[in-house]
């Protein structure tokens, strides 16, 4: 069954400093991959998702994650985050089936200004 | 509002006693998925639905749990005999598939946070 992993559980960083949250899923065929996040006290909501085609990824409020193939991460970066990016970032990944989409545990980012 | 709504919002009730969560998926969205959440987790998926008909069950979905869709539009999701480790947030989210899987965006909803003491 597939998996995803995160390695980071909690980041904090200063506001304009870089971020990258790592991301691994366990299944080798084709995947269809995402990045949400939940703003404190909102609902998830979906940041970028990759199926295909070029593996760099931009989505919304300058977030952008690289698909790499051979090293099955899906990694999601900020080139200089906000006090407003504090949130948690949850990767995901459909099953094989196509019919669930399956969730790491998620990093909680702690932006301070 | 048009997006996934859920009711109630919390949910406090003693171990034992049966629980009912509601969720509306947005208008025309065909599938919806129940998940729950654990403090430190990332959402598990339980249930979906393709219109009126649950396709798939997660083990994690005792026999304890069950989840209706009647109509294809609003769903249900009752939990009887209520644990101590029922105590999560469900979340319900829905999407709009017209081309399988791939294109796949998942509304969520607020979430029912459910304390069982």
């Known amino acids: ?113 | 509002d048009t997006g996934v709504s859920q009711n109630p919002r919390h949910k406090i009730t003693k171990r034992g006693q049966n629980v009912t969560f509601r969720c509306d998926p947005i208008s025309e969205h065909n599938r919806l998925y129940w998940y729950r959440q654990t403090l430190g987790q990332g959402p598990e998926f339980l249930t979906y639905f393709q219109n009126e008909a649950q396709l798939e069950k997660s083990r994690l979905l005792s026999d304890r749990f069950s989840a209706e869709r009647p109509k294809g539009s609003f769903s249900t999701l009752e939990i009887q005999r209520t644990e101590q480790g029922d105590s999560a947030m469900y979340l319900c989210a829905s999407s709009l598939t017209n081309r399988g899987p791939s294109n796949e965006k998942l509304f969520f909803g607020s979430g029912t946070q459910l304390s069982v003491l």
Not at chain 1, 2 to 16: D, G, T, W
Not at chain 1, 64 to 71: D, L, Q
């Open chain 1, 1 to 113: 069954a597939q998996s995803v992993s995160q390695h980071n559980h909690h980041v904090i960083l200063s506001e304009a400093a870089s971020l990258e949250l790592g991301c691994n899923y366990s299944y080798g065929g084709t995947v269809n991959l995402f990045w949400y996040v939940q703003y404190p006290g909102q609902h998830l909501q979906l940041l970028l998702k990759y199926f295909s085609g070029d593996p760099l990824v931009k989505g919304i409020k300058g977030f952008e994650a690289e698909f790499i193939k051979s090293k099955f991460s899906f990694n999601l970066r900020k080139p200089s985050v906000q006090w407003s990016d504090t949130a948690e970032y949850f990767c995901a990944v459909f099953n094989q089936a196509g019919t669930a989409l399956i969730f790491g545990k998620g990093t909680t980012l702690s932006v301070s200004s």
